[in-house]
């Protein structure tokens, strides 16, 4: 079945750097992927699409310019959480649809961000 | 606006029993229906999808139903286990568009 990776599944940094996280489809291309953020007891809530060779399409309210968003290929896309915050501070969640439709969407096991 | 909605409260039930699983949205017309679990910590992992036109989905001990009249969908567990805990999560999705909305999630509690 589809896999998705997710990397790091943890994190912590200082208030006002940049950190990246990586999402990668294993064995099937993604043209689209989505990135989710989850603050604790709440529900997934969708911060950007990303599609492959494109720009990333934001949600409202979530600022583009503090999460970056590249999908430079079929099988990878990162965030990166620039100038972070404490209130950046969350569990972040990818989740990618296989091209050919067939598998639905898989997520990634999540990576927990701490601005400290 | 948008909306879906499920039982924001824990639900508790003996092994055994069968968990029913609520999840309601308004202003919305969704195409099909997917559930998910969610182990803490962890990322949603797919369960089942009913579309539209579908009354009823059933895989395993796992049923799904579909009522576009009443703009709901129930998710029921049978013979449920300690193993079944966890949050589930419903996400219709709508025409023309990739994008999946969740809803704000059940947590069931199975105890022994």
């Known amino acids: 079945g589809a896999v998705v990776s997710q990397h790091p599944s943890r994190v912590i940094c200082k208030s006002g750097t940049s950190v990246k996280i990586e999402c990668r489809s294993l064995d099937f291309q993604a043209t689209t992927m989505f990135w989710y953020r989850q603050f604790p007891k709440k529900s997934l809530m969708l911060m950007a699409t990303s599609n492959e060779g494109s720009k990333a399409t934001y949600e409202q309210g979530v600022e583009k310019d503090k999460f970056l968003i590249n999908h430079a290929s079929l099988t990878l896309s990162t965030l990166t959480v620039t100038s972070a915050h404490p209130e950046d501070s969350s569990f972040y969640i990818c989740?990618?649809?296989?091209?050919?439709?067939?598998?639905?969407?898989?997520f990634g096991s999540g990576t927990r961000l701490t601005v400290v | 606006s948008q909306k879906i909605e499920q039982n924001s409260e824990a639900l508790n039930i003996q092994e055994g029993k069968t968990a029913t699983l609520t999840c309601n949205y308004t202003n919305y017309s969704p195409a099909y229906l997917q559930w998910y679990r969610q182990d803490p910590g962890r990322g949603p992992v797919f369960l089942l999808l009913?579309?539209?036109?579908?009354k009823e989905k059933r895989k395993e001990r796992l049923k799904v139903t579909f009522d576009t009249t009443l703009k709901q969908s129930l998710f029921h567990i049978t013979a449920s286990q300690p193993a079944d805990s966890a949050t589930y999560l419903c996400a219709p999705r709508g025409y023309n568009t990739d994008k999946l909305i969740f809803g704000t999630g059940t947590r069931l509690q199975v105890f022994p």
């Open positions: 989740s990618a649809r296989d091209a050919a439709g067939n598998y639905g969407y898989t």
């Open positions: 009913i579309r539209e036109n579908e």
